[in-house]
């Protein structure tokens, strides 16, 4: 099945909703603020900051990748969230997204991307992912997120 990347449109919404609470690493509080985030995009996509990409498989999202340049920086870029529809995953859908993410922050003189994540266990499959596609981690803050959980800073050049 083809997969075409294109940006978020409204009618998407709860199909990404529905991806998020599928994906086991991401708690209700990660569902919430994910999608306050695409709201503000929804609601304002040139003001919010924030960036949209979805991966549509047979006019269904199977995933989505949000990301933004990160403030008072000059070419640093964040991703924010990406997730993929756990039914969809192996099929190279996250890959798609983060490449097409990273094309567009370079064609908008991005030179580097910067991804935080947990250091929990249900992340380790999101850690080997960064890994795989050329980011390399720079930074570890121990307890950040809770006793424990570090935060992980993963950083490309692009």
Known sequence: MPVQIRTMRA??????????KKTEAFVPADVEVALELIDCYLADSTGSGYHFLVADVNGQPAGYICYGPTPLTQGTWDIYWIATDPAQKGRGIGARLLKSAEENIRSAAGRQV???????????EARRFYLGR???NISSIPDFYSPGDNKITFRKLI
């Open 11 to 20: 009618a998407d919404r709860p199909a990404i909703a529905e991806i998020l």
């Open 114 to 124: 910067l991804i935080e994540t947990s250091s929990n266990p249900l992340y380790l």
């Open 134 to 136: 050329g980011y390399i």
